[in-house]
């Protein structure tokens, strides 16, 4: 091997130990980030354990109401009970606004109603739900 190729060997060396010696840094770097970002699960806070999983929840656990083709499930109990003591078409009209989503004039067609009518009977269940509830979470039970 002559002086040159010597020296050249030397100097991709030299740089191959730079670039090992870079990288290395920069990995270092990197974990630092990381473990500043990163706690571990023994050291987090009941509340933020809670966020950190869900329950499954299965169509069996709550009330089945049926709204013409539709099936709804209700899961809340106070809001089952006071649907059920609404009248047949009114929960009718309350299901298929809020849970499928139906305009007034959807709802009118499909129970051969006027818009208005659905609309008077809609706002009329709504208002007897919030009695019905608020009278519930008083304690005082409705006829």
């Not at 709550?62 to 013409?68: K, T």
């Not at 008077?120 to 409705?142: D, E, F, P, T, V």
């Amino acid at each position: 091997m002559n002086q040159y190729e010597h020296g050249k060997a030397l100097a991709f060396d030299s740089y191959c130990k730079k670039i090992m010696r870079n990288e290395t840094r920069k990995f270092y770097r990197e974990i630092k980030r990381l473990q500043g970002n990163e706690i571990l699960f023994s050291e987090l806070a009941e509340r933020e354990l809670r966020q950190l999983y869900t329950y499954d929840t299965y169509f069996s656990l709550g009330h089945s109401f049926q709204a013409l083709n539709y099936k709804i499930v209700i899961r809340d109990d106070l809001l089952a009970d006071a649907l059920t003591a609404l009248s047949e078409q009114d929960r009718t009209i309350v299901l298929l606004s809020y849970f499928a989503r139906m305009t007034d004039k959807e709802i009118g067609n499909k129970l051969s109603l006027i818009r208005a009518t659905v609309q008077y009977r809609r706002n009329s269940a709504l208002r007897k739900l919030r009695k019905h509830i608020k009278n519930a979470q008083n304690g005082i039970r409705s006829p």
